[in-house]
Structures are given as structure tokens and as C-alpha cells.
């Protein structure tokens, strides 16, 4: 069984649409194996986003991204991490269809409802990064 990790991000929190989100993963058959809320350290966010945080735009991502308590969540199925992406559509909300999480709850590129590793072996890394190996629950 793969594993993932999701960031709720500060927009989905805002806008009251964790349960909903978290509905649809449980009803594409995911197991939730652990769960925390925080407030995201700019040393976290900078470590988590290393491959941008030389950008210009990042510190209106660390921003964002501190400005309110996340919920993280870390989820296992078959073929997880992909099955994840496709439903939550494209990065940029714009451009994702009606019937997906960030078509039906985002609003821009950045209010794009969750953050989900993109890879298995980007999932392990930030798993590893925001959850000590005793929070985590297999089933």
C-alpha cells in the first residue's frame, strides 16, 4: 500500500471545506492513518518549499501559508499518491474541471484547497518531515 501526505491549506480551512474534501478521499477508498492540525513554522514552510523559496513569489507562499492552523493528514491506498492528484485536478484552480477538489473549492493558483505530494517518494520525504514515525496508524 502506497502513503500520502496532505496539507488542508489555509483556504480550505477558511472556507470550511475539510469535510467535505476528506469525504471524498474516504470515498475513493483511503485509509487515514494520521492527522494533526498546526500552524506552519517559516522554517517548516522554507524546507517544505526549498524547490521555490529562492523565488520571488515565495513569501507571499510562506505567507499564505502561515496565516492560519493547517490540518495534515496521512493517507494509504492502492496507487494512492497518483489517484490523489487526479482528484484534486491541476494546481492552478482555473484550470481544473468541475468535479474535482480544486475545480469545485479552489480559486487561483495558490487557493488551490491542498497541498498532496506529487510523488511516492516525495510522500515519504514529507511524511517524514511532518510526522514522527509513532503518529502514524497503518490498517
Do not use: W
Not at 19 to 36: H, N, P, Q, T, Y
Not at 43 to 71: G, N, Q, T, W
Not at 77 to 98: E, F, H
Amino acid at each position: 500500500m502506497e502513503k500520502t501526505f496532505v496539507i488542508f491549506k489555509p483556504d480550505c480551512m477558511e472556507q470550511h471545506h475539510v469535510g467535505a474534501v476528506l469525504s471524498r478521499f474516504e470515498a475513493a477508498g483511503f485509509d487515514v492513518i494520521g492527522c494533526k492540525m498546526t500552524l506552519l513554522s517559516p522554517a517548516l514552510l522554507r524546507e517544505h518549499y526549498a524547490h521555490v523559496a529562492d523565488k520571488p513569489f515565495y513569501p507571499e507562499i510562506e505567507k499564505f501559508m502561515a496565516s492560519r492552523p493547517v490540518i495534515m493528514i496521512a493517507m494509504q491506498g492502492a496507487n494512492i499518491v497518483q489517484r490523489v492528484r487526479d482528484l484534486l485536478g491541476p494546481t492552478d484552480s482555473r484550470k481544473a474541471a468541475k468535479g474535482t477538489i480544486r475545480g469545485d473549492f479552489g480559486t487561483e493558483m495558490m487557493k488551490n484547497v491542498v497541498h498532496a505530494s506529487d510523488t511516492v517518494d516525495n510522500a515519504k520525504v514529507e511524511l517524514a518531515r511532518f510526522f514522527k514515525p509513532e503518529e502514524l496508524f497503518t490498517v
